[in-house]
C-alpha cells in the first residue's frame, strides 16, 4: 500500500511529426509500410488475455487496392459473448482495487510505446488498412491517441483530487467507484485514436471493457490491442471481440451487467442502440450510462468580409483530407454572393491540383473512401446531384472502383438552401455550396442553424467582428465545437474537447474530464469524529 500522494503534471500534445523527404521517421515509416504489405495475419479474439479462434472470418482489405488482403480476422458469436463478459466480471474483482496510480501508469506507458516503437507500425498499419496518407495517420492514429493516454491519465486524477468542504469535527470524502457492471465500447473506422480512446478511457478509472471496432478497421484495431497487452493491461480489462453488429451489440445489450455504453458511429445505430436498452432496463442491475458521438453535416459560413485565400484553404482540408470521413468535415458552406466569383476561381483551381491514390505515395492528398458500402452511398448522392435541375457540380464527380474504392473531391452547387446534399450526411469527398444574397446575412445564418438535425462542427469566416458574434449568436446551438477563421475539423485534445448534440450525440466531450466523469459512480463518505449521544436538541429545552 502506497504511502504517497503521487502528484502528475498536465502534459502537453504530442509534436506532430514532418515525414519531410530524408526524415529518419520517413524512411523507418517507409519500411514498415514495406513490411506490413509483405505477410499476411491473422487476426484472433482476445479474451480474458487469451487468444480465440472461431473460425468464423472477416478479410481485412486495402481500401486503395482491395485485391490486396492484409489479414483475416475471427469473428466474435454469442459463446465468445459470454467468454468476454465472463472474463470482465473476474477481471473487475482485482482491477477495480488496483490502486489509481497503478492502473494509469499502465496508460501513461502505453503512451510513451506509441510515440517511440509503436508509432511507425500504428502508422502504417492505418495508412493501409483505412487508406490515410502519412499526415491524416500521424495526427490520428500517433498524436492523438498518445494524447488521449496522456490527458486522460492527468484527467482523472483530477477528478480523483476533487474532494469535498470538511468543517471541524467530520471528514468528508468522495470515492469514485467504477460502474457496476462492464462498458461496451463501440468504435468507428475514421479514427484510430478514437477506437483507442473508447475502451481505455472507462478502464483508466477502473471499469472492464468489451471492445467491438468496426469491422472496415480491425486491423490497426488490433494493434492497439497488442500495444496495451505490452504496457501491462491485465486479461480481461478489455476484451477485444470483433464481429457484426448483430452479432456482437444484440447480445452484449441484453446482459444484465451492461453497465454503460461508449459509441462512436452512425446516427442511425446510435438511436438502435439507445432504443434496445431502453426496451431492456428492466432487466439491467443499473441505469447504463450512455455516451455516443454520431454523425454531422457540418459548415463553414463566408462572411463578406472574409479573405479568401483562408476560405478556401478551410473548404480544401475540411471537405477532403481524409475523404471527407469525418465526422467534423466540411460538408456545407454558405458563401455571399458578391464574394462568390473570386472564391470559385480560387477554389476550383487548386481543387484541380489535388493528386488522388494510395497513401504509400507521399504526394497523394486524396486516397481511398474505406469499402464498397461507403463507395456506392457517396457516389449515389453524386449521381442524384448530377441528375437534379436544382444542383450543378462544378468539378469532380468521377467514381472509380476497378483497383481500389476512389472518388474525386467533389463540388457541388446547390441552387435552394434544403437541397439534399444540404441536409444529409454524405460521409465522402463531397462539398455543396449555397451561395446566398450578402444583403440576407442575417437569414441566411438562421436557415444554416435549422437546416440540418446535425450539431457536431461548423465555421464562421469573417473580418469583421459584428459579423462573427451575430453568428456565435444564432448558431450556439448549431456546432458543439465552433470554429472562427478555420476549418471544422482537426481538434486537438486537451484544448478542444470534441463533440456535439442534436443528432450529433450526447456531447461529452472526448479529450476532457467531462467525458471521464461519465464511467465513474461517485460515492460520498461522511466520518463523524465524535458523534452525539442524545437525540434532544437545543430548540427542545424548555423556556
Sequence with gaps: MSNAIYK????????????????PEREELKAKLKELKSREIEIPLIIGGKEVKTGDFGECRMPHDHQHRLAVYHKAGP???????????????????????????????????LAGPYRSLLN???????????????IDSACELIDFFRFNTYYAT??????????VGFWNRMEYRPLEGFVFAVTPFNFTSIAGNLPTSPAMLGNTVLWKPASSAIYSAYYIMKLLEEAGLPPGVINFIPGSGSKVGDYVLASPELAGIHFTGSTEVFKSMWRTVGENIEKYNTYPRIVGETGGKDFVFV??????????????????????????????AYIPDNRWEEIKEELLAQISELKMGSPEDF?????????????QSIKEYIDYAKAHEDAEIL??????????????????LAKTPDFKTMREEIFGPVLTVYVYDADKYEETLHICDQTSPYGLTGSIFAQDRKAIVLAEDILVNAAGNFYINDKPTGAVVGQQPFGGSRASGTNDKAGSYLNL?????????????????????PFMEEE
Design 363 to 375: 504526394t497523394n492528398f486524396v486516397n481511398a473512401v474505406i469499402d464498397k458500402n461507403a463507395y
Design 124 to 138: 502504417a498499419a492505418t495508412m493501409l488498412g483505412q487508406s490515410k496518407n502519412v499526415f491524416q495517420a500521424e
Design 517 to 537: 466523469l461519465r464511467w465513474v459512480s461517485p460515492r460520498a463518505i461522511k466520518e463523524t469524529f465524535v458523534p452525539p449521544v442524545d437525540y434532544r436538541y
Design 8 to 23: 502528475i503534471e498536465k502534459p502537453a500534445n504530442e509534436p506532430v511529426l514532418s515525414y519531410r523527404p530524408g526524415s
Design 158 to 167: 483530477q477528478i480523483y483530487k476533487d474532494q469535498p468542504y470538511s468543517p
Design 79 to 113: 459463446k465468445e459473448i459470454e467468454m468476454a463478459i465472463e472474463a470482465a466480471r473476474e477481471a473487475k474483482k482485482e482491477w477495480a482495487r488496483m490502486a489509481w496510480e497503478d492502473r494509469i501508469a499502465i496508460f501513461r506507458k502505453a503512451a510513451e510505446l
Design 303 to 332: 462572411h463578406e468580409s472574409a479573405q479568401v485565400a483562408p476560405v478556401v484553404t478551410a473548404l480544401i482540408r475540411g471537405a477532403f483530407e481524409y475523404q471527407g470521413q469525418k465526422c467534423s468535415a466540411a460538408s456545407r
Design 395 to 412: 468539378i469532380g464527380g468521377n467514381c472509380d472502383d476497378s483497383k481500389g474504392y476512389f472518388i474525386e473531391p467533389t463540388v457541388i
